[in-house]
């Protein structure tokens, strides 16, 4: 069956950087894109961006994030990456990969970043 | 930026009735790219409605979208305990691919 399966909950300080991966397994990770998505406190859902596990070059950031975000794939680990800098309050959320097909089908169980001094 | 915007904010309804869920959208939406996820609390969001009206798979024939450009519509049918959530709607057809407010439905 298909799951994504992310890293643990991370505490960061203002200005830092985190990395969010996301481990998918039962499908074929190259044949499909992966969507990150976060969710501040008591906030609605908000797209960063997606990737394309095939081409690792092949990415579409939220305007919002560009400069400060990267997203990633390593295809020899179905694994793919969420990397952002400048990390300030209002990056605290949960943060949510998804295998895209144009829509988000399968999700992972979300990653809770803490952004506190 | 499309901005989706869902109405009502908050629905009260009890278990056995009708809900219906709106989403309004700011320009039109191409080739009805318009998809409806269910999130309850404390979990990631579940796919219920991708192309405006199709059913995801497992998704119950009580869930059922319409609408198309600016105006679509989730309806549930006959509602279940389980049906209690967060829903958000989603297009898909311009970058970037914006969710709606959310709607919470809730128990009267």
């Known amino acids: 069956q298909v799951q994504l399966v992310q890293s643990g909950a991370a505490v960061k300080r203002p200005g830092a950087s985190v990395r969010v991966s996301c481990k998918a397994s039962?499908?074929?990770?190259?044949?499909?894109?992966i969507t990150w998505v976060r969710q501040a406190p008591g906030q609605g859902l908000e797209w960063m961006g997606w990737?394309?596990?095939?081409?690792?070059?092949?990415?579409n950031y939220a305007q919002k994030f560009q400069g400060r975000v990267t997203m990633t794939t390593d295809t020899s680990t179905d694994t793919a990456y969420m990397d952002l800098t400048s990390l300030s309050s209002d990056d605290t959320a949960v943060y949510y990969c998804?295998?895209?097909?144009?829509?988000?089908?399968?999700w992972g169980q979300g990653t809770l970043v803490t952004v506190s001094s | 930026e499309i901005v989706l915007t869902q109405s009502p904010g908050t629905l009260s309804l009890s278990p056995g009735e009708g809900a219906t869920l709106s989403c309004r959208a700011s320009q039109s939406v191409s080739s009805t790219y318009l998809a409806w996820y269910q999130q309850k609390l404390g979990q990631a969001p579940r796919l219920l409605i991708y192309?405006?009206?199709n059913r995801a798979t497992g998704i119950p024939d009580r869930f059922s979208g319409s609408g198309s450009e600016t105006d679509f519509t989730l309806t549930i049918s006959r509602l279940e305990p389980e049906d209690f959530a967060v829903y958000y709607c989603?297009?898909?057809?311009?970058?970037?691919?914006?969710f709606g407010q959310g709607t919470k439905l809730e128990i009267e």
């Open positions: 989603q297009q898909y057809g311009s970058s970037p691919y914006t």
């Open positions: 192309g405006a009206s």
């Open positions: 990737i394309s596990s095939a081409h690792n070059t092949k990415t």
């Open positions: 039962g499908y074929t990770f190259s044949n499909y894109g």
């Open positions: 998804g295998r895209d097909v144009a829509i988000i089908d399968f």
